[in-house]
């Protein structure tokens, strides 16, 4: 009578296009592999965190952004803790499967800082190149 | 006589916070860090590649971006080899100094595969969040 999915199992069994995807991935020998999160509209490049293959499936069934925190050896729902979710708005795996892109919609400040961006914290100045520079 | 910097030393010195940022960069267990390349204009997320200290060092002061291969095990300029440069326009580290952002101009296709973007080979399907989602 429910047809809400309520355990991992159920979700996977719903959705095999997201255990299609976990299953082409290709995580690292840690077993991570490198997520980038960009914001949908402004496009800016919010943060990079790392997913294992579970991080990555709930990502891609349930909506919101989990990492798998490798200092805290944890799972790591963006936004449980501060309330800063990502909601997840894309995705898409890259040429060789070892790299997860995540468009969200972000809720508040996506750094610790309190910064929008993580980016935004440490500009730099490098020398500029370009055609004729 | 000679006021174009010919070598690293000479760069290095020419150009003190390129070796600030490389120093408190901080690389992992590899000696790698990953960095993300960001299209100036578009915006789009073109690829993600891993520098070393040196490689770092060589995308933040000769305009070009250059990444440390990890299957190959050397420098690998982007560009050399396909004529598709991709020419620095900005840079940062994040917060905690792990990730690096470039923000490129890109010349022609970035992905191996001839797509202008590696995360335009393979679109995800996953479900989509939301407020109220």
Known sequence: ????????EQ????????EAAVARARFDERGLLPAIIQEEG???VLML???DAEAMRRTLTEGRVTFWSRSRQEYW???????HAQYVR???LDCDGD???VRVHQVGAACH????ACFDVDPLTPALGGEGA
């Open 1 to 8: 009578m429910n047809s809400q999915p309520h355990d991992a």
């Open 42 to 44: 402004t496009e800016q």
């Open 49 to 51: 965190g790392w997913m």
């Open 90 to 92: 894309g995705a898409a």
């Open 113 to 116: 800082t309190g910064a929008h």
């Open 77 to 83: 729902r963006k936004g449980d803790t501060s309330g």
């Open 99 to 101: 790299t997860l892109l």
């Open 11 to 18: 979700r996977a069994e719903l959705r095999p296009d997201a």
